[in-house]
Nanobody, 118 residues
Framework: QVQLVESGGGLVQPGGSLRLSCTTS????????MAWFRQAPGQQRELVAH???????DVADSVKGRFTVSRDDNKNTVYLDMSSLKPEDTAAYYC????????????WGQGTQVTVSS
């Protein structure tokens, strides 16, 4: 059974930091590109960051310089380090795994809420 379990969300003040984690099971983690998406109420889900199985990483322009994505293949976990958080970063954050050999094999986590507010 495949599971992607996010953690680390919560309420943080503007300018604060959070680290999200997504721990996977049931997949061969090292052959998956991992990504973080977010979705605010009434808005479409958007790609925030991704990291390939080879370690190439990229983040959306809206979070560049503030968010960093990383992975630990020994722990089957992907991270999203978020700093200088803004109210507009408030959203549900979702972990995504895509098989590099079969792009149709995609898994999602259940999401974790991040709220940036004073």
């Amino acid at each position: 059974q495949v599971q992607l379990v996010e953690s680390g969300g919560g309420l943080v003040q503007p300018g604060g930091s959070l680290r999200l984690s997504c721990t996977t099971s049931g997949i061969t983690f090292r052959i998956y590109t991992m990504a973080w998406f977010r979705q605010a109420p009434g808005q479409q889900r958007e790609l925030v960051a991704h990291i390939t199985e080879g370690g190439y990483r990229d983040v959306a322009d809206s979070v560049k310089g503030r968010f960093t994505v990383s992975r630990d293949d020994n722990k089957n976990t992907v991270y999203l380090d978020m700093s200088s958080l803004k109210p507009e970063d408030t959203a549900a954050y979702y972990c995504n795994a895509r098989n590099v050999y079969d792009a149709g094999v995609i898994y999602w986590g259940q999401g974790t809420q991040v709220t940036v507010s004073s």
